[in-house]
């Protein structure tokens, strides 16, 4: 049985409130969580497992729940702050609860779960360790028949007003039941082997559990609010249901108990089921945040896997009103919201390439610097946070992104060093497969050849190494001061493409037997490509000069060498089953490679901005256009308009340069109404909290470039379409995913 899992380690640790007794605080990477009192302590002992008895739940004077919508999200406290990123299973989130005066109870996810099981674990033996990994199977199928029993006799015990509440999550744990015998087997059959153990939890049918965690909160209000029915019935039930939810926890505390012993191989291999598990609860904690947000023009589906979520006191430096917002943040979104009972209101959104920095400032304060839109003026919003454990914690999640903020902003190494002049018409390429239309087919090409065939005679060995020496000859010519003078950036690149060749790769060729070799060595030396990077960008930066040049020819022998003669060897070498895996990896570091220097390429033509372009797509169009808007930082003029996969950029043209003005991400845009002009058209941009949307009408220079925009549009947002649908598709299979 085909098997795999990624998790963190769980921790249980008693914590001290003001106004309460001391309780037992889940510390998690999730955004839902509980507190418990000491007495859940003595039954999680006694169960192993992670069951919790509701009615353990503690509800103090500062910890209340609202009450939560079907798939719901709690309350957060002033304090806190929920991560469902993790890096390893040491990782850990000191994170208080919510809860509720009314009584509702939520699930939480959380990667830790410091149980004193975990502290006997970390002093035993790998066979130690299976052996209880095995009997609290056991333990675990027996609660799963429990609550199927349970199901079966609410046939006969429980009205169907109230049954029909339950019969979903009861649905899912047949799957999971099913899923959990297969799995038992599949353990057996392992012996305790950690390498064979981590292959076992990679099984993508783990994703069942994701789509119970989803319904758990529905669940759990439901029995709350049936709590005399359930109680005099079913009295086990209100505890076993929460099982399932924490099973997943409980498997990453195995998993990591067992890379004490482990070699370094497999220690990685168990930290990929680790990270397989987090994958499983972060999927679900996303889901849930998902249907609590209300009002977003952004559709939230698109933002990404929710990293952190938790409430802060605003207290000034923006537009905001001063007061308490819950604030998310998404791997592309950071989304500031007010509490509306049940759910979360939108206020305001930031991309993440607007987050400039993070501070610290005083015990308790965070001070976040935020680019506006257009990326033109900096403010500083100041937020409050009771814990300055969590004040910290929020800090290393946003330093994370702005990191990497830094890097989009980085100078322009190479093309500072080309002193291209500022001719009046010209500006630097936007897309390498225009300068190099041989890279358009190396990076489209999946085709491997007819397998079982030979290579054809062209890449045999005797005429690879004919054209290595005629590749390193023409370098030598390119390099001769006597012949011509190649511009000083290239030159430098030149030499270093002679040494590489001359001195390691025909030498390798001369030495081998056969042509399948070399992609072997390719392959133990895909570092050694890494110059080609360079020399993509430079050499298309240079378009602007050599183009007008007679001699220009001779300087793309490089591009056809390497990606003609060497990716057509890979691909017929694809061929044959004993260099498939060879040859596809290095095929696969070319388109690498390439994608590498398109992102440098956009990067160092389109300055002042800020634009992720490994998320932004591919560039589609590019058009001058007049554009009108009613958005006051906005001046109507003429833009260089581009158009991604994913966001459309407003630049204005500074030869060689296209200067930043905008960005309008796609996953806020509708086309607007119809206009009575042949070459203009409209989209209109989603405002949050029921504003009217901000309309641009753009003028193309004829109605056929109209139109063509018009039909890459309507393409795009039907993307976006179709990836909300995949979305909300793999969140409704993983309800079945265990059965099949």
Not at 55 to 77: T, Y
Not at 391 to 409: F, G, P, V
Not at 635 to 655: C, D, H, M, S, W
Request: glycine share 4%; charged share 25%; aromatic share 8%.
């Amino acid at each position: 049985m085909k098997m795999t899992l990624k998790t963190t380690k769980l921790a249980l640790e008693y914590v001290e409130n003001d106004k309460t007794a001391k309780c037992l605080k889940l510390r998690c990477d999730g955004h839902l969580h509980i507190v418990l009192r000491s007495s859940t302590l003595r039954s999680w002992e006694r169960s192993h497992s992670g069951a919790l008895d509701s009615d353990d739940l503690g509800v103090g004077p500062q910890r209340r729940i609202i009450s939560s919508p079907p798939l719901s999200l709690c309350r957060v406290s002033s304090d806190s702050g929920y991560s469902t990123c993790s890096n390893s299973s040491a990782a850990s989130r000191s994170d208080s609860v919510v809860s509720d005066s009314e009584g509702d109870m939520i699930a939480w996810f959380g990667s830790r779960l410091n149980l004193r099981d975990e502290e006997s674990l970390a002093t035993k033996s790998a066979t130690d360790h299976f052996s209880y990994l095995m009997e609290k199977e056991e333990e675990y199928l027996v609660c799963l028949r429990s609550i199927l029993r349970d199901y079966q006799g609410m046939n006969s015990k429980t009205p169907s007003l109230i049954r029909q509440h339950f019969d979903l999550i009861f649905k899912q744990v047949e799957v999971i039941y099913a899923f959990q015998m297969a799995l038992q087997d599949s353990l057996t059959e392992t012996r305790g082997q950690p390498e064979k153990l981590a292959r076992v939890f990679t099984n993508e049918q783990f994703q069942c559990y994701s789509r119970y965690m989803v319904m758990t909160p529905a669940v759990q209000r439901d029995l709350l609010q049936y709590a005399s029915h359930f109680k005099e019935h079913f009295p086990d039930l209100k505890r076993n249901i929460l099982k399932p939810s924490l099973r997943i926890n409980f498997y990453a505390m195995i998993l990591d108990s067992f890379k004490k012993e482990a070699s370094q191989e497999v220690k990685s291999k168990l930290q990929e089921a680790i990270d397989y598990l987090n994958q499983v609860k972060r999927k679900a904690n996303t889901e849930m945040t998902l249907n609590t947000v209300i009002h977003s023009p952004v559709d939230l589906r698109l933002g990404g896997d929710m990293l952190y979520i938790g409430e802060l006191n605003y207290i000034g430096g923006g537009t905001l009103q001063k007061k308490k917002y819950q604030l998310i943040l998404f791997e592309n979104l950071l989304v500031i919201t007010s509490m509306k009972p049940p759910y979360f209101k939108y206020k305001t959104h930031y991309r993440v390439e607007q987050l400039e920095s993070v501070v610290a400032s005083g015990d308790n304060e965070l001070h976040l610097n935020v680019l506006s839109e257009g990326q033109t003026q900096l403010a500083t919003l100041k937020f409050r946070i009771k814990s300055t454990k969590i004040r910290d914690e929020w800090i290393s999640e946003l330093q994370k992104i702005t990191r990497r903020n830094t890097k989009l902003t980085q100078g322009r190494g190479s093309v500072s060093k080309l002193q291209i002049p500022r001719q009046q018409f010209r500006t630097l390429p936007l897309d390498l497969s225009r300068v190099f239309p041989l890279l358009k087919e190396v990076v489209m090409d999946d085709a491997a050849g007819e397998a079982g065939r030979e290579p054809v005679d062209g890449y045999s060995l005797p005429n690879m190494n004919q054209y290595e020496e005629m590749y390193v000859n023409k370098l030598s010519s390119l390099l001769n001061p006597e012949i011509q003078r190649p511009p000083e950036a290239l030159g430098d690149l030149l030499e270093k493409l002679h040494r590489l060749h001359s001195k390691k790769f025909l030498p390798t060729l001369q030495r081998l037997q056969k042509v399948s070799d070399f992609a072997d060595y390719l392959g133990e030396n895909l570092e050694e490509l890494q110059v080609y990077i360079d020399y993509l960008v430079v050499r298309s930066q240079l378009t602007v000069k050599l183009d007008e040049e007679p001699q220009a020819g001779p300087y793309i022998c490089p591009v056809q060498h390497v990606y003609g003669i060497y990716f057509g060897l890979m691909k017929e070498l694809c061929t044959s089953e004993k260099c498939k895996k060879s040859a596809q990896r290095v095929m696969r570091r070319l388109r690498e490679d390439i994608d590498l220097a398109q992102i440098r390429v956009l990067k160092e033509a389109i300055v002042n901005g800020r634009v992720d372009f490994q998320r932004s797509g591919i560039l589609l169009l590019s058009s001058p256009m007049e554009v009108k808007t009613r958005k006051k930082e906005i001046r109507a003029g003429e833009y260089i308009v581009l158009l991604f996969e994913n966001v459309i950029i407003l630049t204005r043209p500074k030869q060689p340069y296209y200067e930043y003005v905008m960005d309008i991400w796609l996953d806020q845009v509708n086309l607007g109404p119809p206009t009575n002009h042949d070459c203009t058209f409209r989209v209109e941009v989603r405002q949050g909290g029921r504003k009217e949307p901000i309309t641009y009408e753009m003028c193309a220079t004829s109605a056929e470039v109209k139109q063509k925009w018009m039909r890459r549009l309507h393409q795009q947002m039907l993307v976006q379409v179709a990836k909300i649908r995949e979305r909300v598709a793999s969140a409704g299979d993983s309800a079945v995913g265990g059965s099949r």
